[in-house]
């Protein structure tokens, strides 16, 4: 029987996770696996937070507090907003696909980069909306040209600072610029996914412009500077307006009991982040020496992972990492992503590399 899909829908395709570990294990029978494919944190969650899931146990048969109460208060106080200005995701993909379907008619347009996070496109084009896509300029978002590719059907335009893969940074001033050409119509959004590892002074303060009361939204995560990736919690901040809005879509228990208990005690945690922010600075040091002594070009990273051009097909030389039980991220072309990971853990991925180049 012939199905009917929506020729957006069918345009799709699904979208690749870095691999599982155990994935890597079952198919190649190996012991040991080194994944550096997904940006996660080495260190793992606060203990904090794993002693918060323990006592999480005793009310898994009720439904989740689907205001999330707690955390919710937690977060507009680091954040100096107010509670109804936070929302909450089932990671923050999925704050992304609400604010595709909430601001999108069929035909309107979202500006974003062309090496951006690829869920983007993939949410706007689920809404039936057309991804306007601007190249970066030496790696970075091209803000003044992303501002002219603004149109009357422009509705979202994003914004991922750090990007993710080129680790990249656009600054306050470059950011300042691009809302001043920035219409009303437009929500712009920050997706700070790895702003807690930023170290430039330059880096924006997105928040601020929140609180202006601008149209935009911030959106960040406990996935990766956390660790809580497994459990799938992210929020948005953004003016109280836009935040009724995503609320009409948003499934009542989106952010479930233990992600919001988890989240809670992590969030309390400033060592466990500090620490975090220790080792990956140490690791970043490390990972790019290592490849500049290889002879490449590491493209400096505020983030936590770092995006090289390999000098040759980027897929082969993944493939025969894997070989090596190590995951890491082929984007395109000769350009692979590897995220920093611990000391020893980088060490293998660099002589893994070395292996790997050597017998070729
Ligand atoms: C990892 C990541 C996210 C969010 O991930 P969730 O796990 O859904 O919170 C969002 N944006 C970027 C750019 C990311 O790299």
């Known amino acids: 029987m012939p199905l009917k899909v929506h020729p957006d829908i069918a345009s799709l395709s699904p979208y690749v996770p870095g691999k599982p570990i155990e994935e890597l294990q079952r198919e190649l029978g190996l012991a040991r696996v080194i994944k550096l494919a997904s940006n ?4 793992g969650p ?6 918060a899931l323990r006592e999480g146990h005793e009310t898994l048969h009720r439904y989740p507090d689907g205001g999330a109460f707690r955390l919710r208060e937690a977060l507009a106080d680091r954040c100096k907003v107010t509670s109804d200005q936070v929302i909450l995701g089932n990671g923050s993909d999925e704050i992304l696909g ?12 979202a500006v974003m980069a062309d090496q951006t996070f690829v869920i983007y496109k993939m949410e706007v084009t689920a809404a039936h909306g057309k991804p306007v896509i601007v190249p970066l300029k030496q790696w970075k978002h ?3 040209a992303m501002a002219d590719a603004i149109t009357d059907r422009t509705r979202l335009l994003f914004l991922c600072n750090p990007n993710n893969p080129t680790g990249t940074m656009v600054s306050a001033e470059e950011v300042e610029r691009l809302l001043a050409r920035v219409p009303a119509h437009v929500v712009v959004v920050f997706d700070e996914a790895y702003f807690e590892y930023v170290r430039s002074p330059q880096f924006p303060d997105s928040l601020a412009y929140v609180k202006q009361g601008r149209n935009v939204i911030v959106l960040r995560t406990f996935s990766k500077i956390y660790g809580l990736a497994g ?11 836009i935040v009724n809005f995503l609320n009409r879509l948003r499934p009542p228990f989106n952010a479930n009991s233990l992600a919001q208990r988890a989240a809670l005690a992590a969030l309390g945690d400033d060592d466990h982040v500090a620490r975090s922010r220790t080792v990956n600075a140490a690791g970043m040091e490390q990972v790019v020496k290592g490849l500049t002594d290889l002879g490449f070009a590491p493209i400096p990273s505020e983030a936590n992972f770092i995006y090289v051009d390999i000098g040759r097909d980027g897929r082969t030389v993944f493939e025969a990492l894997l070989r090596e039980g190590l995951i890491v991220r082929h984007i395109e072309g000769p350009m692979v992503r590897v ?16 292996r790997v180049l050597h017998s070729r």
Request: no cysteine; charged share 25%.
């Open 40 to 43: 996660e944190n080495p260190l």
């Open 46 to 51: 606060s203990p904090k937070a794993l002693t």
């Open 98 to 109: 609400l604010l595709a379907r909430t601001f999108l008619a069929p035909g309107d347009e």
């Open 142 to 144: 091209d803000l003044p």
């Open 231 to 241: 459990l799938r919690i992210g929020y948005g901040v953004a003016t109280t307006e």
């Open 339 to 354: 995220t920093v990971g611990l000391e020893e853990e980088n060490r293998e991925f660099l002589a893994a590399l070395k």
